[in-house]
Nanobody, 129 residues
């Protein structure tokens, strides 16, 4: 089992920036990929970004079209931490942001909620207009 703890959320104005962190612990050697998802009130949880943690194409990154060119996902192997740098934030980015980890050994459907086995508690991001 992998435990995930997010931090870095908050309130920011339209056009501002925030950096989210996701610290992993536990059976982290079994992680094949990690991702960020978000969920706004009344909406389904949606994919934001993902990064391959181990195996083939380690370090490859993927983004939802809505955040490309504005968000950057990265990782620090030594700290076993994933980051999401969010720039040019918009009110429609307001949501609870969750980090997730895949420990199943098969990591292709990185956009799907069901691909991930461990989830953090979420951190609120609010962008005011």
């Amino acid at each position: 089992q992998v435990q995930l703890v997010e931090s870095g959320g908050g309130l920011v104005q339209d056009g501002g920036s925030l950096r989210l962190s996701c610290a992993a612990s536990g059976r982290t050697l079994s992680m094949y990929g990690m991702g960020w998802f978000r969920q706004a009130p009344g909406k389904e949880r949606e994919f934001v970004a993902a990064i391959r943690w181990s195996g083939g194409s380690t370090g490859s990154t993927y983004y939802a079209d809505s955040v490309k060119e504005r968000f950057t996902i990265s990782r620090d192997n030594a700290k076993i931490t994933m980051y999401l740098q969010m720039n040019s934030l918009k009110p429609e980015d307001t949501a609870v942001y969750y980090c997730a980890a895949n420990t199943g050994g098969v990591y292709y459907a990185y956009r799907a909620v069901g691909t991930y086995h461990s989830w953090g508690q979420g951190t609120q991001v609010t962008v005011s207009s």
